[in-house]
Nanobody, 125 residues
Framework: QVQLVDSGGGLVQAGGSLRLSCAGS????????MGWFRQAPGKEREFVAA????????AYSDSVKGRFTISRDNAKNTVYLQMNSLKREDTAVYYC??????????????????WGQGTQVTVSS
């Protein structure tokens, strides 16, 4: 059974940092893209960042580019999201996802096969 477990969320002041982790189990996530999405109350789930199997290709939403960094450790089946210079508008539940997709589909939540349970990130002013 494939499982993704998100962790690392919490409460942080604006301008602070957090690092999210997503550990996969149940299969080897080779040749998969790993992504992070987020959903704020009353809003639709939105793309945050994605990374290819090799780590050579990454994508970011405009709202987090330059502040967030996605990375992965394939030996640990884990993907990370380093979030710096956090803003109140970054408050949301963050979900990791995995899928056998191409770069062009990395921003499309519907293309991912597996999802984590989500971890809450709250940024206070």
């Amino acid at each position: 059974q494939v499982q993704l477990v998100d962790s690392g969320g919490g409460l942080v002041q604006a301008g602070g940092s957090l690092r999210l982790s997503c550990a996969g189990s149940g299969r080897t996530f080779s040749n998969t893209y790993m992504g992070w999405f987020r959903q704020a109350p009353g809003k639709e789930r939105e793309f945050v960042a994605a990374i290819s199997w090799s780590g050579g290709s990454t994508a970011y939403s405009d709202s987090v580019k330059g502040r967030f960094t996605i990375s992965r450790d394939n030996a640990k089946n884990t993907v990370y999201l380093q979030m710096n210079s956090l803003k109140r508008e970054d408050t949301a539940v963050y979900y990791c996802a995995a899928g056998s997709i191409y770069y062009g589909s990395a921003r499309d939540a519907g293309r991912y096969d597996y999802w984590g349970q989500g971890t809450q990130v709250t940024v206070s002013s």
